[in-house]
């Protein structure tokens, strides 16, 4: 893997160990040489696993859409920035510039894009990696829901498999390192996206 993109907060919560975990990932990233795709934000959880893969010398390479640029403060340090026009944009970018995908804690936002990007691997539109970080057990009550998708037989248990949990990073990086992807019948052509 050599780029991953990482979704995450935009605010920093209220929990130590998820800056932490962040500051841990940006860190390795730059000690493995994987570069950081992001939303390009210098604030919340965002702004500190930017700081830590850019203080590490890392690459960091950030997409934000034009109208964020506003609301959010941009990070102008980057090794680059891409600017988009909007935000379904914004995630095309970021996936075609990624050979992987990170979620860590985060809001609604952070869950839109994990899903969007695991729905398009249960698609079979893409075979990257898609892992979550579970710091301090953030996500402990999503994956019970999940589990209960799967039960109710909304969730195939394959597509829920698909979704790579860690507690630690090195424990997620070790597991999308050694991923791979079970055959997914290709539900719709690229070209019709």
Same mark, same amino acid.
């Given at each position: ?20 975990e ?15 795709v992001?939303?390009?934000?210098k ?10 893969? +850019?203080? @590490?010398?890392? =690459? ?5 859409? #034009?109208?964020?640029? /506003?609301?959010? *403060? ?8 891409y600017t ?40 079979g ?13 953030f996500y ?5 829901? +999940?589990? @209960?998708?799967? =039960? ?5 248990? #394959?597509?829920?498999? /698909?979704?790579? *949990?860690g ?24 070209d019709?996206?």
């Amino acid at each position: 893997m050599e780029r991953i993109v990482v979704f995450c907060g935009s605010s920093e919560g209220n929990d130590q160990k998820v800056i932490d975990e962040a500051r841990a990932l940006g860190r390795r990233f730059a000690e493995l040489e994987i570069a950081l795709v992001y939303g390009a934000a210098k604030i919340g959880v965002m702004g500190q696993l930017a700081k830590a893969c +850019l203080d @590490h010398h890392g =690459k960091v390479i950030g997409v934000i859409p #034009e109208f964020l640029k /506003m609301k959010e *403060v941009v990070h102008l340090g980057l090794t680059e920035l891409y600017t988009t026009r909007n935000m379904h944009e914004r995630k095309l970018k970021m996936h075609e510039l990624s050979d992987a995908i990170i979620a860590l804690p985060g809001g609604f936002g952070t869950l839109e894009e994990l899903f969007e990007m695991i729905t398009w691997a249960q698609l079979g539109l893409h075979q990257k990696p898609v892992g979550l970080l579970n710091t301090n057990g953030f996500y402990d009550h999503l994956l019970k829901f +999940l589990e @209960h998708m799967v =039960k109710k037989g909304f969730l195939k248990i #394959e597509n829920y498999e /698909m979704l790579l *949990v860690g507690s630690t990073v090195d424990e997620l990086l070790h597991k999308m390192n050694n991923y791979r992807p079970k055959p997914v019948p290709k539900w719709i052509k690229k070209d019709q996206v």
